[in-house]
């Protein structure tokens, strides 16, 4: 490989690096923080103070850091832009998704006897796709027609592609003139809105099933869940949700005989069926509705066999830390007035992202947003989300975990063991920038990898 000006300089500034006194501390914040890409630079100090006598019994200062900064994990969920940290995120996802099946942090075992689906709501058709078939382990041409007619374009509809493992995902619509991206577009900007239909009328219906007013059914079971968003390769997302039914006090509570799982399928297909939501006209356009595709499928979770708690908190933990970058597309936002054909996404993303900024300019579409959020093709929820009393939390894993190091830093000596109810702690924090030079990335890289190869002997 030839030495350009770049990795030049690059190596210069990893040399300088190493030859620093405080190398060795430097490579200890780049361990602590997990193999961070993108670590926050932060600049300030912590003190505690003896409530009684006024007395400093401890302070940490960032002053004696390299470069006068504490670098911590960025803590991003995308695998794209920190595999580090996603892997967390995902690890951390998996314990909270498997918690609400079979019991663990403060989910009691019992749990297992809820009725509980895992549940995959696709997208209706905007245009033929190529798909992958398969026959006596041979692959079969994508969309072979012997009499194909042709669209208004020109274009024979038929395709003999071989959509074998090589076949990239740039090619993922048949038919490019005839796929409608509008609809596309337009189904993601309003996916957030149709779960929340969905959840509603599942609830709805439960109680239809039971005999009760929904307020009546409150008192005997809650609807759990936890889901996730799943990008397909021709740009439109898919949610999977674990539902489950539980007691009036959640996984703690048994649900009530009558809430079978045969009765919360019925309400689930239910829910699917009937939910729309509806697009503004615009433009001379008319009213368009939009709803689930028909693809429903809701299977139980089963402790041994193919979709077990393992395989199903697997499935959602892994959907957590991606984004639309299997589209094709970018993970940031489009700046405005940016040349679009300039941009190092496939064609079928670029049309995508096209349409989104032309649809965002209509008046009537300003609350779908789609101009913002036009590098995730129109879509703008949360990609993981639960109920309050589905499992644990995020946030009481993340403490769980804090908890345990600052354990460990105090047996080791690193910490001074206090009583918290007799030290006032004051922190002063400022950003102080993210990232790493070229130099120290090299540096970081280095120390990355040589600490996982020491972990994979031990």
Not at 348 to 358: D, K, P, T
Not at 432 to 454: F, I, M, N, Q, R
Request: proline fraction near 6%.
């Amino acid at each position: 490989m030839p030495v350009t000006s770049a990795n030049a300089h690059a190596i210069r500034g990893a040399i300088a690096r190493l030859n620093n006194p405080d190398c060795s501390r430097f490579a200890s914040q780049i361990r602590h923080t997990g193999g961070c890409r993108q670590p926050i630079h932060l600049r300030g100090k912590v003190e505690h103070w003896d409530k009684a006598t006024g007395t400093l019994l401890h302070r940490y200062s960032t002053h004696l850091e390299p470069d006068g900064v504490l670098r911590v994990p960025c803590k991003t969920r995308r695998a794209s832009r920190c595999p580090a940290c996603a892997e967390t995120y995902r690890a951390d996802t998996y314990h909270l998704i498997r918690a609400g099946l079979i019991g663990g942090k403060g989910v009691p075992d019992t749990v297992t006897a809820h009725p509980c689906l895992f549940v995959t709501l696709t997208a209706p058709s905007f245009g033929p796709v190529h798909t992958r078939r398969q026959h006596n382990r041979s692959v079969l041409p994508c969309h072979p027609r012997r009499d194909a007619e042709t669209c208004p374009h020109g274009r024979v509809l038929s395709c003999t592609l071989d959509t074998g493992p090589r076949m990239t995902a740039s090619a993922s619509r048949c038919a490019p003139d005839c796929y409608d991206y509008t609809g596309s577009v337009l189904f993601n900007a309003v996916a957030p809105l149709l779960w929340k239909r969905f959840a509603d009328a599942l609830r709805r219906h439960l109680a239809k099933l039971g005999r009760l007013t929904l307020r009546d059914m409150r008192d005997q079971l809650v609807v759990s869940f936890a889901k996730v968003a799943e990008y397909q390769r021709r740009g439109v997302v898919h949610l999977h949700a674990v539902i489950r039914i539980d007691g009036p006090a959640g996984p703690i509570s048994p649900p009530p005989a009558w809430a079978t799982l045969d009765l919360l399928g019925q309400a689930v297909e239910h829910a699917a069926s009937v939910v729309t939501a509806k697009v503004p006209a615009y433009d001379g356009q008319p009213e368009r509705v939009l709803r689930w595709g028909t693809q429903l499928d809701a299977r139980p979770i089963i402790l041994s066999g193919e979709l077990t708690d393992q395989a199903v908190a697997g499935y959602v933990a892994k959907y957590a830390t991606k984004a639309a970058e299997c589209v094709g597309t970018i993970d940031r936002r489009i700046v405005p007035g940016e040349d679009l054909a300039a941009l190092p996404v496939r064609d079928h993303a670029r049309r995508l992202i096209a349409e989104c900024l032309r649809l965002g300019s209509f008046v009537e579409l300003a609350e779908l947003r789609l101009i913002h959020w036009a590098h995730m093709l129109g879509f703008r929820g949360h990609f993981s989300t639960r109920s309050r009393r589905y499992s644990t939390t995020l946030g009481d894993i993340r403490a769980d975990r804090q908890n345990h190091a600052r354990g460990e830093d105090i047996t080791t000596g690193r910490l001074p063991l206090l009583d918290e109810d007799t030290v006032l702690v004051i922190s002063d924090w400022e950003y102080a920038g993210k990232g790493y030079s070229p130099g120290d990335a090299l540096v970081a890289a280095l120390t990355a990898s040589s600490s996982a190869h020491v972990g994979g002997v031990a």
